[in-house]
């Protein structure tokens, strides 16, 4: 009876054997390998995967860049890619806007108080200056010969155009002041 349990145990201990064998080059053929191209200076390390199985791509960072993502070919692709064959993957970088300032000149045509030039970053929004009426000797808001004398800012133009002070500034501008009138308000 020892010989039948020795030779039972022999035989299961090499169908095993066998099994594991077949599993572990069954699933070493199915490895594939995925490389990288970071497109600068900074290395990927290549990743082992499964054939068909999807990975958790490395996210990137460069000082000066936005990283887009991952590319085969023109085609992006995310983390529920599944691999199939090994390849190389190449990331894709766009250079970030320079942070430049601008300035906004604000043209009160001679009626008000200087309204001082506000010097903005790319993409930020400038605030509605205060503009006083100087009716000082001298100046041109001294009216009384015309019986009509500025009252207040109507609005501010861009190019002829009632400017959206909401808007981003993204180039140096200039800006008209329209002035609304009152007439017979006008010191003499």
Not at 1 to 26: G, P, Q, R
Not at 129 to 141: H, K, L, Q, W
Request: proline share 3%; aromatic share 12%; with cysteine.
């Amino acid at each position: 009876m020892k010989k039948n349990i020795n030779v039972v145990t022999i035989a299961l201990s090499l169908i095993a054997i066998i099994i594991s064998v077949y599993v572990l080059l069954i699933v070493s053929e199915n490895k594939i390998i995925i490389s990288f191209n970071a497109n600068y200076d900074n290395q990927v390390n290549d990743i082992e995967v499964i054939r068909g199985e999807s990975i958790n791509l490395p996210i990137l960072k460069r000082d000066g860049y936005i990283f887009l993502g991952w590319y085969i070919n023109d085609t992006m692709i995310n983390d529920s890619y599944h691999f199939r064959k090994p390849i190389k993957v190449n990331a894709k970088w766009i250079k970030e806007v320079e942070r430049k300032t601008y300035s906004v000149t604000f043209d009160t045509k001679e009626m008000g108080s200087y309204a001082r030039t506000q010097i903005v970053k790319y993409g930020e929004r400038i605030k509605k200056p205060d503009v006083e009426i100087n009716y000082s000797e001298g100046n041109f808001a001294t009216c009384g010969k015309c019986g009509k004398c500025p009252d207040h800012i109507k609005e501010w133009q861009l190019d002829g155009q009632i400017y959206d002070f909401d808007s981003p500034i993204t180039n140096d501008i200039k800006l008209d002041a329209v002035w609304e009138y009152i007439y017979n308000k006008c010191k003499s």
